[in-house]
C-alpha cells in the first residue's frame, strides 16, 4: 500500500460487471464503498472522503449523468470523478468533463485500465493534500520567520539605545580643547566606538576603536571594550596615578589585546588610542592598524601621523609603541574609521587619502566642516559601513 488515498465510492448497480470491478479493485488495494443511485451520495457527502468516485453512466440519460456529476462536486477537495460511459461518443465524454469529470472510461475496458485510470485520478486528491500542508508549513515558517525578525529587531533597537548610552556626549571642551565624534552605523549597531574622558583635570585620554564584522556581536565587543577601559581609567583615578598616566596609552592596546584574546570570541580591532597633557600640550599616542591613519592640521597643512602597529585581539605577543609629539597653538586632530572609504569616489585607496588630507586643509577646522565635506549629513544609518569620526582640536 502507497501513501495514497484508496477510498473509492463505487457508483453502480450490483451485476456481474460491477463484481468483476470491485474483485480488481479488492485486489490493488482499494477500500470500496458502494451507493445504487444518486440519493445515497447525499448521505456519504459528509461522513466520506474518497480519493475517487467512479460511477457506471451507462442507463443515466444526459440530465441524470449532469446531476450525478454536480453532486459528485459537492465531496471534499480533490475527490476525483470518473464516469463510465457505455459508448465511446467524443459529445458525451466532453459533456462529461466539461461538468466535472476527471476522467472517462469507456465500455468495455480492462481491469488494468481501470486500475490504471483510477490510480492516476487518485494522485489528484494526494497532489491537493500535499500542496494544502506544504502551504501549512510555509505559512508556519513564514510566521515562525516574522517572530524571530520582530524579536531579533526589538533586540537590536535595544542594543541600539544601550550602545548609544554608552557613547560621551559631543562635543566637549576643556580647557583650549575641543573633542567631539559622529558615528553613524550600517545596521541598528555598530563595531565602531569612540571614547574620551579628562582625568585629573589634566589628562584628555581618547581612544577610537573598529572590531572586524559588524552587528550584533561586534556591537558587542564595543561593549566589552568599553567595560575593559572604564576599568582602567577607574583605577587611575581611584588611585591618582598620575604618573601612569603620563605615561598612557602605554602598555593599554597590550592589556586590551590580552583580554580579547581570553574571551575567545575570535574578534579583533583596529584602535588608535591617545593621551593629550593638556598643560604640557603633548599627545601621546599608539595605533593599532588603524586606517586611515589620523590626520593632523597645522598651520593650514594637513598629514597623516606617523606611526603604524598590529590590530588588536589577532597575536598573543604583540607590543605598541607609544608616538610622542609637542602640540601648536592651534590645530585639529580628526580620525575616520574605513567604513567612510565606502561613501567616496576614487579609484583606489591613495586618491580617497588624498581626498581625505585635502579635505582636512580646507574643511577640517571642525567636525561638522569634515562630516560636511565627505557628504555625510543627512545620513543616518543607511551606510554601506559603519562611518565613524573622532575631532579633536586646540584653539
Known amino acids: 500500500m502507497d501513501r495514497y488515498n484508496r477510498e473509492i465510492l463505487l457508483i ?12 480488481g479493485l479488492a485486489t490493488n488495494g482499494w477500500n470500496i464503498h458502494f451507493a445504487t443511485e444518486l440519493s445515497q451520495l447525499n448521505a456519504y457527502k459528509n461522513s466520506l472522503d474518497p480519493a475517487v468516485i467512479l460511477a457506471d453512466c451507462e442507463l443515466l440519460n444526459r440530465k441524470e449523468v449532469t446531476q450525478l456529476l454536480a453532486v459528485c462536486q459537492e465531496f471534499g477537495e480533490g475527490t476525483a470523478t470518473v464516469p463510465v460511459l457505455a459508448e465511446d461518443s467524443t459529445d458525451h465524454v466532453i459533456h462529461c468533463i466539461r461538468h ?10 480492462q481491469i488494468e485500465e481501470l486500475i490504471s485510470v483510477l490510480s492516476r485520478a487518485s494522485g489528484l486528491k494526494q497532489a491537493l493534500r500535499d500542496r494544502q500542508m506544504y502551504r501549512d508549513q510555509l505559512e508556519l515558517a513564514n510566521h515562525e520567520l516574522k517572530e524571530s525578525l520582530k524579536v531579533l529587531r526589538q533586540d537590536q533597537l535595544a542594543g541600539r539605545q544601550v550602545q548609544r548610552s554608552m557613547l560621551p556626549k559631543t562635543p566637549q571642551h576643556h580647557k583650549q580643547y575641543t573633542i567631539a565624534h559622529h558615528i553613524i552605523p550600517s545596521l541598528y549597531l555598530s563595531g565602531d566606538f569612540v571614547g574620551y574622558h579628562v582625568l585629573l583635570d589634566r589628562y584628555l585620554i581618547f581612544y577610537f576603536a573598529d572590531v572586524s564584522g559588524h552587528g550584533a556581536s561586534s556591537a558587542f565587543v564595543t561593549v566589552l571594550l568599553r567595560f575593559m577601559l572604564n576599568r582602567i581609567i577607574r583605577r587611575h583615578v581611584l588611585h591618582h596615578e598620575e604618573e601612569n598616566l603620563a605615561k598612557a596609552p602605554l602598555g593599554l592596546a597590550e592589556s586590551l589585546n590580552r583580554q580579547l584574546l581570553a574571551t575567545g570570541l575570535d574578534k579583533h580591532m583596529t584602535l588608535f588610542a591617545g593621551s593629550i597633557d593638556t598643560r604640557k600640550h603633548v599627545l601621546r599616542y599608539v595605533v593599532g592598524a588603524q586606517m586611515p591613519m589620523p590626520i593632523i592640521v597645522t598651520d593650514g597643512k594637513a598629514e597623516f601621523l606617523p606611526g603604524k ?30 567604513g567612510v572609504f565606502e561613501h567616496m569616489e576614487g579609484d583606489s585607496l591613495s586618491d580617497k587619502e588624498q581626498q581625505l588630507l585635502h579635505l582636512a586643509e580646507t574643511k577640517g577646522s571642525t567636525l561638522e566642516g569634515i562630516c560636511e565635506g565627505l557628504g555625510l ?13 573622532l575631532f579633536v582640536s586646540r584653539n
Request: no cysteine.
Open 377 to 389: 549629513e543627512g545620513v543616518v544609518d543607511e551606510a554601506l559601513d559603519d562611518i565613524s569620526l
Open 12 to 23: 453502480a448497480p450490483d451485476s456481474p460487471e460491477r463484481q468483476l470491478w470491485v474483485d
Open 100 to 109: 466535472g469529470a476527471n476522467d472517462v472510461l469507456i465500455k468495455p475496458f
Open 309 to 338: 602597529g598590529k590590530p588588536v585581539g589577532l597575536f598573543e605577543d604583540a607590543s605598541w609603541d607609544v608616538q610622542e609629539m609637542s602640540l601648536p597653538e592651534q590645530f585639529s586632530l580628526f580620525v575616520v574609521s574605513d
